[in-house]
């Protein structure tokens, strides 16, 4: 088999089940970006981290394939398969994550700047390109409807990247850069 396959030449795409859309459809900008959260989770995960923030970072991109593939299927012509349904449990473990992370760093007093440690700034590149997966999200779910796990996993997985900023920095005997006036 071919890697290319010349069928997206003009500015076409197919999505599972056979429908063909425009390569700048709202659903494939949103998958995009899913993707794009991915790649750069996998730099992170070339940075100094444990095996344990490891293991949860592949976790998440797992979870983010099934994202993609939940995105990239027409639902109006085929089910959606089993593997791109996102479950509760994967809130509920993003959830533990960021409460188990949060119990070791002290109480914040001011907002942090994007900085402080390599995977730090890292974490808070993946926070904001989750924050923009978020809103194509959103602007998805306007036209196609967007299984709502989907749109909490992304609101709790921001919110994971900053505590895990947080957890390396300080972990790494770094300082995090406190805004100031």
């Not at 959606?80 to 070791?104: C, F, K, P, T």
């Not at 409807?145 to 957890?167: C, P, T």
Request: aromatic letters at 8%.
């Amino acid at each position: 088999m071919k890697l290319y396959t010349k069928t997206g030449d003009k500015g076409q795409t197919g999505l599972i089940g056979g429908t063909r859309v425009a390569k700048n459809d709202v659903r494939l900008e949103a998958y995009g970006t899913v993707d794009e959260l991915n790649s750069f989770i996998g730099m992170l995960t070339t940075s100094e981290i444990s095996s344990q923030e490891l293991e949860f970072l592949r976790y998440i991109q797992h979870k983010l394939f099934t994202i993609g593939s939940c995105l990239a299927t027409d639902t109006s012509k085929v089910p959606l398969n089993l593997a791109s349904i996102l479950d509760q449990d994967s809130i509920l473990r993003v959830e533990h994550e960021i409460d188990r992370l949060d119990a070791e760093l002290v109480e914040l007093n001011s907002f942090i700047l994007p900085g402080g440690s390599k995977s730090g700034a890292l974490c808070h590149v993946c926070r904001t390109i989750t924050r923009r997966a978020e809103r194509r999200l959103f602007d998805v779910d306007l036209i196609y409807m967007v299984d709502k796990q989907i749109l909490i996993f992304f609101n709790r997985l921001s919110d994971y990247f900053f505590v895990l900023s947080r957890y390396l920095t300080v972990n790494s005997g770094c300082e995090e850069i406190c805004w100031k006036r």
